[in-house]
């Protein structure tokens, strides 16, 4: 499978944890970015990557969220002190150069925080 | 503050009908509006896109209405099948904003036989 691979689909964490989600983009892809999508509403933008640059962090990125793709590779996503209102799943998209071009988005991973 | 508008939240039409489903945008800096199509535990996928320079686009079944001055666009689905049933969001970005998406918040379709 060649498409944009996201590991955990699920996770159930206690409020106060932190925890790690890792995306994998297509291989060529230069554009990562990651989204929040809660129940019922869009997709939300919260930074994205080109390459190893982190270009843009979205307001909703509080300082408890903190992002890398440190070989311009995969990313990882860190969530410190989890808290019930980060629950949501969390969309990885990839993209080849900028302009106009396709997105492609994997199948999320599913935070749940009790 | 929403900058993308969605309508109907919901819709239900029978197979073979044409269900329509509408948005508008507020920041004319917007240059690329693309259409997603969701299924429950997956991620969005790209249904169809178009640039503010053209007033339609046909892709299938699929089509785009775009109306630059009014500010909002319209997705058409033509021959609706019950495969179709999903959650289809609409979306816009700037071409010199790094490609980042603004999704509308979604409608949720189902075909009925």
């Known amino acids: 499978d060649t498409g944009v691979s996201q590991n955990p689909r699920h996770k159930i964490t206690k409020r106060g944890q932190n925890v790690t989600f890792r995306c994998d983009p297509i291989?060529?892809?230069?554009?990562l970015y990651w989204y929040r999508q809660t129940l019922g509403q869009g997709p939300e933008f919260l930074t994205y990557?080109?390459?190893?640059?982190?270009?843009?962090k979205s307001r909703l990125l509080s300082d408890r969220f903190s992002a890398e793709r440190p070989k311009g590779s995969f990313s990882t996503l860190e969530i410190q002190r989890t808290e019930q209102g980060d629950s949501a799943m969390y969309l990885c998209?990839?993209?080849?150069?900028?302009?106009?071009?396709?997105?492609?988005f994997g199948q999320g991973t599913r935070l749940t925080v009790v | 503050q929403q900058q993308v508008k969605q309508s109907p939240q919901s819709l239900i039409v029978q197979k073979g009908g044409i269900p329509i489903i509408n948005c508008a945008y507020e920041?004319?800096?917007?240059?690329?509006f693309p259409w997603y199509q969701q299924f429950p535990g997956k991620g969005p996928a790209l249904l169809i896109a178009?640039?503010?320079?053209?007033s339609e686009k046909k892709e299938g079944r699929f089509t785009i209405s775009f109306n630059k001055s009014a500010k909002q666009f319209s997705l058409h689905i033509m021959d609706s099948q019950p495969g179709d049933s999903a959650t289809y969001f609409c979306?816009?970005?700037?071409?010199?904003?790094?490609?980042?998406?603004?999704f509308g918040t979604g409608t949720q379709l189902k075909v009925e036989l």
């Open positions: 990557f080109q390459n190893e640059a982190q270009l843009e």
């Open positions: 178009i640039r503010p320079d053209v």
């Open positions: 998209a990839s993209s080849l150069g900028g302009g106009f071009t396709e997105a492609f």
């Open positions: 920041n004319t800096a917007f240059d690329y």
């Open positions: 291989s060529e892809h230069n554009r």
């Open positions: 979306a816009a970005s700037i071409e010199g904003g790094g490609n980042k998406l603004t």
